[in-house]
């Protein structure tokens, strides 16, 4: 099984050891895994900024780097949301149609690909999950709290087989963190009180380690509880997952 | 003032902000306790969505029907193209009458076309007769939710509103008193005024009459007293069938409050003998957003406010920094049909989250909407030209890979140090929250270190 390794930019310039965990994990499951050195952006900062039709450039170069791939996975539901809505090209529409439907965020990867039933993982601590609006509301990979069904959660799945972790429980289980992109300056003040309020819900459940599927609602409240100097520690999924 | 600015205000006081977004969220969890105390729930928003895109593939024949109906029952039926006619129709109807004083019960659409003031600046007194609405009009601001129109006001601020206009105890902040005092004050209005005018939540086709639901029956006691009843509606909120309302009366209420139904939804079929019953279509540019097809399904709206409940932005910015007669999600994709430059923030104050249109009992996909009306606005020259030109510049760096790698390691290498560049006044993201510390190396670099190319 060929894989494409997408790390999407902030994660590539930021987070490197979350590009590191999903490889590693991913590899430890047997995939065959390669990073294609191009690649950039998915285009979603202008998108959703009101910009799609600038996009165009970066979808060509998406195309060119996973094309030839059976998948291609991400640790980011946003950035994989937004390919598989979004992703066209006029000339390609054939390939740009197999990216669009072979593309995963990683915990959905592991649960309904690789079917993944057991983890070697070791992680003795209180563990939140921070439920990411585009790769819930999106992708599916847990059930909205707005819809009347039955609950199903893939990364809690997948965390509840990690031994030693313990997962909190919050009061708002599915609220927004007020990241969305380049609304976290354009509303700088609702951003950050949104921010604020999830950390809290965390703080007040006793997370110690806050998790999730999206580093970019991660590094928005990881910057919200540094400056509040919070005893809070925040983590992308695949390194709690990866943890020996 | 834009959404951003007014909501950042809002956000000065940070204990109100606390409290309204906890007071709207309790009414999004009785929502939550209502619906999933119905297991078809879901099943009820798809045909609710359904019927409603019957109606608007249909809306010409179903308002003929209507009318026919509605006029075979001696109801007078009036088309305004827009506000304004609107406002010159109930006008005319008044001074047809001779009278300067009316009362009127909740009508987002009267909101909509700011009939209030028209009327008052043509002499006419209107007094709201909704709790809130008299609320909201005595401290002379708009509604800021259109289900709970003065959500935004503690009930000790009432209490100071309440003995200044209506001479309640000075300090009296309990609810129960606060509100017989209204009460006795609008007692004596519903009385006196000839004639009541009311909103309509529900036009049924095949029978001509509408539905008006309220929980106070404030339209009630004014039509009924009235020798006169107006009743403006937009023209979208036709339904086939009577039968349809067990669908829509259903989904109404417990979405808006998590009640299972209205106290009062009442049917208005004809006139009483003697009394004059009207009834005021109006357009005002719902078959302009009827002919843009990603954004006719904003029409199927009965608005029942329950995406501002769920809103986070909504329930930490207010309802009046919307700048729109409706607000919150909903709100900002009606909001730049009817005027795109004055508008043109409303779909960018949301994180695109997707919870609105989930909770939506008719099912319309708002957060699409949002995205949607961000590229339209865009593409019709309504952004600023500062973020065009930091949009090109991004577009640019992330479709060249060269160019990208290098900008990264310099923005790294530059934050690694001198990070004043970017920890600054002028960096919207560091005034409350930390940048990310940078790595030493790219995920890219490591990579290439460890793997190499492949």
Known sequence: MKVGLFIPCYVDQFYPQVGIATLQLLERFGCQVSYPAKQTCCGQPMANSGYEHLTHDCNRLFINNFSEFDYIVSPSGSCVLHIKDHLHDDKREGEATHVRTHIYELTEFLTDILKVENLTAHFPHRVGVHQSCHGQRGLHVAQMSELVAPPFSKPEK???????????????????????GTFCVAEEAVSVRMGIDRVDDHIKNGTEVLTGGDMSCLMHLEGVIRRRQLPIKVMHIAEILNAK | MNHADAAEKFNKDFDRTTWHDETLWWVRQKRDRAAFAIPEWEQLRETASQIKHNVLSNLDNYLIEFEKNAQKSGITVHWAADAHEHNQIVLSILKSQGVT??????????????????????????????????????????????????????????????????????????????????????????????????????????????????????????????????????????????????????????????????????????????????????????????????????????????????????????????????????????????????????????????????????????????????????????????????????????????????????????????????????????????????????????????????
């Open chain 2, 101 to 454: 004083e009316i009362v009127k019960s909740k009508s987002m659409l009267t909101e909509e076309c700011h009939l209030n003031p028209y009327l008052t600046e043509n002499g006419v007194e209107v007094i709201d007769t909704d709790l809130g609405e008299r609320i909201v009009q005595l401290a002379d601001e708009p509604p800021s939710h259109i289900v709970l129109p003065c959500i935004h006001w503690k009930k000790e601020e009432i209490g100071v509103l309440f003995h200044k206009h209506l001479g309640t105890p000075e300090g009296c902040a309990d609810p129960v008193l606060l509100t017989h005092a209204a009460r006795a004050n609008l007692r004596e209005k519903f009385l006196t005024r000839r004639v009541a005018i009311t909103g309509v939540n529900f036009a049924v086709a095949e029978t001509g009459e509408f539905v008006v639901c309220t929980n106070e029956g404030n339209a009630d006691m004014g039509a009924h007293l009235a020798d006169v009843h107006i009743a403006c509606m937009g023209i979208e909120k036709i339904i086939p069938k009577r039968e349809h309302l067990g669908v829509f009366l259903r989904l109404l209420t417990r979405s808006a409050t998590g009640q299972p139904i209205t106290t009062y939804s009442s049917h208005f079929g004809k006139p009483r003998e003697g009394q004059q019953m009207h009834i005021v279509l109006v357009d005002n540019g719902r078959t302009v957003q009827l002919g843009r097809e990603q954004f006719r399904n904003s029409l199927k709206c009965i608005r029942c406010g329950a995406c501002m409940n769920t809103c986070p932005v909504y329930r930490r910015s207010g309802g009046h920094s919307y700048h729109n007669a409706v607000a919150g999600p909903i709100g900002a994709i009606l909001a730049p049909n009817l005027d795109m430059t004055k508008n043109a923030d409303l779909p960018f104050a949301s994180t695109l989250c997707g919870s609105c249109s989930n909770v939506c009992p008719v099912k319309i996909n708002i957060h699409e909407q949002l995205y949607e009306w961000r590229q339209v606005l865009t593409k019709s020259g309504h952004s600023p030209t500062a973020k065009t030109l930091s949009m090109k510049v991004m577009s640019a760096v992330l479709s060249n890979p060269t160019v990208y790698h290098l900008s990264g390691k310099i923005g790294r290498f530059a934050m690694a140090n001198a990070p004043f560049v970017v920890n600054n006044s002028f960096n919207p993201w560091f005034k409350q929250r930390e940048m990310p510390e940078p790595p030493k190396e790219s995920f890219g670099e490591w990579y290439k270190k460890n793997r190499g190319e492949k």
């Open chain 1, 158 to 180: 997948l965390l509840k087989m990690v031994t030693g972790l313990e997962l909190v429980k919050l009061d708002r289980v599915d609220e927004c963190c007020g990241f969305g």
